[in-house]
């Protein structure tokens, strides 16, 4: 009886150290996760607070409005111009982007010698600031001193106003931004695709797949997570993107080029129209949100 | 020995919190590092062994902002540097402190010294007939041109816009090539309307009480007008409604431009790259045919605002007075923005660094604020769209149209 009392207690003891060991993980993610919590959540879930607020510097009083603010901003004509730039801005610079970074990641997967280095300097358009890549594009694409401007007068072509019409405006923010968030998307691709088996490759050479064969039914099916998530990187980047368009643009010609994080800003900060800015961020996270889901769910794994 | 010693210690550990007590510190944002006087204020800190300045560059794009949302929080600093345009909304959120009082007491104790100041210093810190801080520094705009180019085509400097405009033709025309353009200005979207404005000031554009512009009045006309024919006649840069001040400065320094409208700053830099008087001229915008009445040298400048909240004015009051001391303002003066004051702005150091002054010198003491408004950045936005409109090409709209349509939105600001 008493043998069996023991082996009770050891029994009750152990559950309760697999227990404890289950818990450790979340232990040691709750620090990071407090922090996450506590910077990132608190402002923003105070910014979508603040939407529900008329919280306007020139005037005195700060009350509650409700939906008030989205109603009247989803009426401007203004809000509606800038989102549908945004949609193009991003549907331009993911297509563009994933493009780009497939076939960087493709290179850097087959480059051999200097490996490392290569790799090492696909990053580099991802570690200049925003606002020097928009004074780069800047010069490259001005009418009359610009490199690219040059180029063409030398081949005896028209020089093109890049920066002066709209639609070459809207090109050129597509570019720059696509130059400098590339460089991250390619790192995950290249990632997904170290992680596949050489056999893999080897085995369909011998049945005879061609390289297009193994490009559209072995790679692409098996990094398909990898091109999700890197979906996602160059889309929410784009929408949240405003260090290069400020500079480059800051919006013009005219509106042209407005996207609507630099809306938001104009509203917050130069406006001084928090609340309306408030109501732009939580477009802009929700259609983060919204993009990111379907993303995860087309790019899910079938392995 | 041991009593002497233990009152050495005590007094040792007393004496730096009793003289920290009895320090007052006064902190300041400076809008630009180059406003920061060049001593830092080490003489001021020796006249005022009492006062300690503390200070930071907040830039003025968004001080008023940054000041505004610590003053919320009671931790603004006791000055701030801002674009004057920005008084209205910071009086109205309460932020700022009413130093109509010491500005009265400082005329009165030295009046010598406050009949050295230019109006401008208060015009443009005064709203509702109060004054909320001094306006050491403003920095009108005035027009380059190229003297050589001008004598070229026979030319000589214009009187009014409507010879300017016709010189611009004749340049065009008979002098310039390639990618030389008669006219340079900076587009809309990256700056805020001031070379438009400054514009419209001389060709006798007026404002509301609330500040905004009148744009639907003979002078605004004129004005949208006036770029409509810039555009439309290729009197500038075909990509001009898209530059930056970068891009203009550039194309008048670069030589690809004859007349530019700037201030007095920038000037010091374009004698470096063009001779002056040889190759390159100032002037002051001129008025308008039929209009010289009205005409107004526009100012904008760079106040520095008292905190509602600061506990110690008087000691504020001497850091202003100390900013705008002629033996401190002369240095900032000289190396970046002209001083209101007349004894800086006379001297000869000053003639000497920028010596087109002269020509310009009766204008800048009758500089005339550019208004502030509540909505001031609204307002702004509104003038750029107006301009990128009138400069389509082909013109989409009349003037009078333009005119009509975007008078309609500034005035629903008000």
Known sequence: ?303 | MKRLLLVFMIVALLLPAALAGAQQTVTVWFGREEFIPADAFETFHAENPDIRVEFDVIPLEESHVDFMRNHAVGVAPDVVQIFGEFLATMVVRGTLLDITEHIEAWAEEDPEDFADIYDIAFDMTTYEDRIYGINVHSGPFFMGYRKDWLAEAGLTEPQTWEELLEACRVLQADVLTGDEYAYAQPGGAHHPPFWMMATFMSMGGQFRDTGTPIIDSEAGIFLIDFYQTLANEGLQDPEAHAWASGDFRGAFMGERAAFYPEAINIYAYTQEVLEYATQWEVMVQPPREGAEEDFRVNSFGWPYMVNSDTENPEAVMKVLRYLFDPEICISVALAYQPANRASVMTSDAYYEAHPYFPILEASFAEQVTYPTHLRSVERADILNEMKFVAQQVPAQYTPEEIAARYQELLDALD
């Not at chain 1, 509606?80 to 993911?94: D, E, K, M, N, P």
């Not at chain 1, 563009?96 to 200097?114: D, H, I, M, N, P």
């Not at chain 1, 696509?178 to 460089?183: G, K, L, N, S």
């Open chain 1, 1 to 303: 009886m008493a043998e069996t009392t023991a082996i009770e207690v050891n029994i009750k003891k152990l559950n309760r150290y697999k227990r404890i060991k289950k818990t450790i993980p979340y232990w040691l993610i709750l620090p990071a996760l407090l922090f996450v919590v506590g910077v990132l959540w608190y402002s923003v879930l105070y910014g979508i607070g603040m939407s529900f607020f008329r919280i306007d510097l020139a005037l005195p009083d700060t009350p509650f409005v409700g939906l008030e603010n989205f109603f009247n901003l989803f009426g401007e004509e203004r809000f509606i111009h800038s989102f549908q730039r945004s949609l193009i801005f991003v549907g331009g610079s993911v297509g563009l982007g994933l493009l780009l970074s497939f076939a960087f990641a493709q290179g850097l997967y087959k480059v051999r010698t200097f490996a490392g280095s290569f790799r090492g300097l696909a990053l580099v358009p991802y570690l200049v600031s925003g606002v020097a890549t928009a004074i780069m594009f800047r010069f490259l694409f001005s009418r009359t001193v610009g490199f690219v401007n040059q180029f063409l007068v030398t081949l005896g072509l028209e020089r093109i106003e890049f920066l002066g019409e709209p639609s070459w405006a809207m090109l050129v923010i597509i570019l720059a931004n696509t130059w400098f968030i590339v460089p991250f998307s390619t790192l995950i691709l290249l990632g997904g695709m170290q992680a596949l088996d050489p056999d893999l490759f080897e085995v369909a050479l011998v049945e005879g797949a061609s390289k297009l064969t193994i490009l559209f039914r072995i790679i692409i099916p098996l990094i398909k997570p990898m091109i999700g998530i890197s979906m996602i990187w160059l889309t929410f980047a784009s929408f949240n993107m405003f260090d290069v368009v400020l500079p480059l643009t800051a919006g013009g010609p005219g509106r042209a080029t407005e996207v609507l994080a630099l809306y938001m800003y104009r509203l917050g900060f130069d406006f001084l129209r928090f609340s309306d800015g408030a109501v732009v961020m939580t477009v802009i996270l929700l259609l983060n949100i919204i993009t990111s889901v379907f993303y995860l769910r087309v790019f899910k794994s079938e392995v």
